[in-house]
């Protein structure tokens, strides 16, 4: 039984598709369309899925797409009273959403008529609940869905058991995490979709000097058991206003409008333009925004743990990118396993949606667990040769060579032990917004300077950004004091003091690292590699930054190839072949 899951029309528009159980493939459109976080209708992302596969549209028993417009008919209806205007986006959107069948026989060619898949519309949250516990490796465990917005709701938990998920209670529109973060990044300059993970990373620069005051824009609240939270609602306009957002448009990177009201800058100063210097009044501003954050998700965390006595979790939606919250939960809360879904995010909605059907509608057992996240596209040694040849790089100024793989290994980790950057292209594509050894740049990270290095030659990335480290996961430990796994680079762990100095790039300003643990099950090659580099420097890791310069990661050879001759890495790895400056 083959089923077909689809965001579309949201951002993150990506597809997935599922057989007899299985995850097959999966991908984010921006991948093909190389338009960050696009939303639209994935038309591409579909057809590789469907090629990956090796199915016709025709042979998809169900398409399964994770929004309900029936879903929380009485609070829409009495926002959309309100705000006219945002009920005529909403709507938009929505018309788009049901001509979906329509949209894929356009995409095909084919009579919408014809398709005999049935269609599921599954809710936001339960998608994002769906696409993490479904393919997690337990059997029992809490839930939680917290993001922005979705379906009118932004945070949503439960349980699950088997095949089967129980949602407990949910917050819905206008109350939100996501929406606090967001609206916050942009009082502090960061208008961008997106941005908010940059806040995060300047939040380790600040002490947390105006958390009263946040907690006056956050307040807990009784809501569900005292598990929940509301905003301060004087702090924002998007309940006023409708949020604004653009997800139809395919070849645009979506736009979030403006969230805080005038009272933000009057309770904490004056808001930052873009352009403006950051000072450390905005810094201790991020640390404030992060330390409220972690009061409230850690604190929901902690009650869902009480409440259902159970010792793992799985977490989704954007606030589940807080690397830095979500390692915090072994030491503030009960929970002892944690598992985030790679695309935490919107696109992880497209699997959830496909996996709900498969077992909350068709009540299938389980059998599948998300090992690792390579199920995006892949290209043969043949495509890698002729993209190369084509280029005629090894005529202007470059050598190529191929290379057995231990040889290959044995050169890369010379070379980044002598201070070169690498750009590192295998395998199929990672799914997510993080590149885990198959599209990444590697690098020393004992290098003080390659921290800086990195950002002047090929990233241009804010300089208070961290870089993040791979690790052999068994060495976890020894490096890091917490050793639980984070092979999706979903956790930010404390180096241990006596090792900061041995890695300093990877370690950020409050001694965090952002890490990626890799097994030799879930990546070979890249394990090997990093392994290479442990038998020439006794450093089992890596620096890992995503193989890209302000575009979304690069995802066929030539993407690569472009990047590496346009920035000024020192080589590039794709596939068997070694590419250098003579
Ligand atoms: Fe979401």
């Not at 109350?175 to 908010?196: A, I, M, N, R, W």
């Not at 352009?275 to 965390?301: D, K, T, W």
């Not at 589940?320 to 696109?347: L, M």
Request: glycine share 8%; net charge positive.
């Amino acid at each position: 039984m083959n089923i077909l899951g689809i965001n579309a029309y949201h951002g993150n528009a990506s597809a997935a598709i599922v057989c007899d159980g299985r995850l097959v493939a999966a991908v984010e459109e921006e991948r093909f369309n190389r338009v960050k976080y696009a939303a639209g209708f994935p038309a591409q992302a579909i057809q590789y899925c469907l090629k990956t596969a090796g199915l016709k549209l025709q042979e998809i028993d169900h398409v399964a797409v994770p929004r309900n417009p029936y879903a929380r008919i009485p609070t829409k209806l009495f926002y959309a009273l309100q705000m006219p205007s945002f009920a005529r986006d909403r709507a938009k959107v929505l018309a788009k959403f049901t001509g979906i069948r329509e949209a894929l026989g356009a995409a095909f060619d084919s009579d919408p008529a014809k398709l005999t898949a049935k269609f599921h519309r599954i809710e936001h949250h339960q998608a994002h609940l769906a696409s993490a516990f479904f393919v997690s490796p337990f059997e029992r465990a809490a839930l939680l869905s917290a993001d922005g917005l979705g379906d009118f709701a932004s945070t949503m938990w439960g349980t699950g058991s088997g095949n089967r998920m129980k949602i407990a209670d949910a917050i819905t529109f206008p109350h939100s995490l996501g929406l606090y973060y967001s609206g916050v990044t942009q009082y502090l300059g960061f208008p961008k979709f997106g941005d908010e993970y940059k806040v995060m990373g300047l939040a380790a620069y600040g002490v947390p000097e105006y958390l009263d005051a946040f907690r006056d824009i956050v307040r807990f609240d009784a809501h569900g058991n005292g598990n929940g939270f509301r905003l301060g609602l004087e702090y924002f306009i998007h309940h006023r206003t409708g949020p604004e957002m653009s997800w139809a448009d395919a070849g645009k990177t979506p736009i979030l409008g403006r969230l805080f009201s005038e009272e933000m800058p009057r309770r904490l100063g004056r808001a930052r333009a873009p352009e403006e210097p950051l000072e450390q009044r905005h810094q201790n501003l991020a640390s404030s925004l992060q330390a409220r954050l972690e009061e409230v998700y850690l604190g929901m965390l902690k009650k869902l743990a009480e409440h259902t006595g159970l010792s793992a979790v799985c977490l989704a939606g954007g606030v589940a990118f807080n690397c830095v919250a979500n390692g915090k939960i072994f030491d503030s809360t009960p929970f002892e396993r944690v598992f985030v879904q790679p695309a935490a995010g919107d696109a992880g909605l497209s699997i959830g949606a496909a996996y709900y059907v498969w077992h909350q509608k068709l009540c299938k057992p389980r059998s599948f667990v998300m090992e690792h996240s390579y199920w995006g596209p892949e290209f043969s040694h043949e495509e890698i040769r002729s993209t190369i040849d084509a280029s005629d790089v090894g005529r202007n100024g470059y050598v190529v060579e191929e290379l057995h793989e231990d040889a290959l290994n044995k050169r890369a980790a010379g070379m980044i032990m002598d201070g070169k950057i690498l750009g590192w292209f295998q395998g199929r594509a990672e799914w997510g917004p993080r590149a885990l050894g198959n599209r990444s740049i590697v690098a020393d990270p004992r290098r003080p300077d390659m921290k800086e290095t990195l950002n002047r030659r090929i990233k241009h990335r804010e300089i208070f950004r961290p870089f993040a480290p791979s690790i052999l996961a068994d060495a976890t430990g020894e490096w890091f004091e917490k050793s639980h796994p984070s092979p999706f680079m979903t956790m930010a762990y404390s180096v241990r003091p006596k090792r900061r100095e041995q890695i300093p790039a990877p370690t950020h300003v409050d001694g965090t690292g952002r890490l990626q643990t890799v097994t030799r099950d879930a990546n070979p090659r890249y394990w090997r590699l990093i392994k290479a580099f442990e038998q020439a420097t006794g450093v089992p890791m890596v620096l890992n930054t995503s193989f890209n310069d302000n575009e979304p990661i690069v995802c066929k050879p030539q993407e690569a190839l472009d990047c590496f001759l346009r920035t000024q890495m020192d080589a590039l790895v794709v596939g068997d072949f070694l590419i250098t400056k003579k």
